[in-house]
Nanobody, 115 residues
Framework: QVQLVESGGGLVQAGGSLRLSCAAS????????MAWFRQAPGKEREFVAR????????YYADSVKGRFTISRDNAKNTVYLQMNSLKPEDTAVYYC????????WGQGTQVTVSS
């Protein structure tokens, strides 16, 4: 089993930056592709970014491409989401996801971007 704990959320003005962290414990973290999703109030959870288990392949939603960067440190069992040039529409609860069989999810961290 994998346990995921997100941190780094908060309140930031538009144009600002935040870095989210997701610390994993349990089964071998490096075997899993890792992803970030987000869910805004009244909306469905949506994909944000994904990183292969090797760290060599990344995928981003069009809405965050060029502004967000996903990375991982397998030695620290941690995946990061660097978010730059934040917009009010980025406001959401951000969830870390370990993609395997089964999937694992964290509890989420709130990101609020004020205009």
């Amino acid at each position: 089993q994998v346990q995921l704990v997100e941190s780094g959320g908060g309140l930031v003005q538009a144009g600002g930056s935040l870095r989210l962290s997701c610390a994993a414990s349990g089964r071998i973290f490096s075997n899993y592709a890792m992803a970030w999703f987000r869910q805004a109030p009244g909306k469905e959870r949506e994909f944000v970014a994904r990183l292969s288990w090797s760290g060599l392949r990344t995928y981003y939603a069009d809405s965050v491409k060029g502004r967000f960067t996903i990375s991982r440190d397998n030695a620290k069992n941690t995946v990061y989401l660097q978010m730059n040039s934040l917009k009010p529409e980025d406001t959401a609860v951000y969830y870390c996801n370990a993609q395997g069989t089964p999937d694992y999810w964290g509890q989420g961290t709130q990101v609020t971007v004020s205009s």
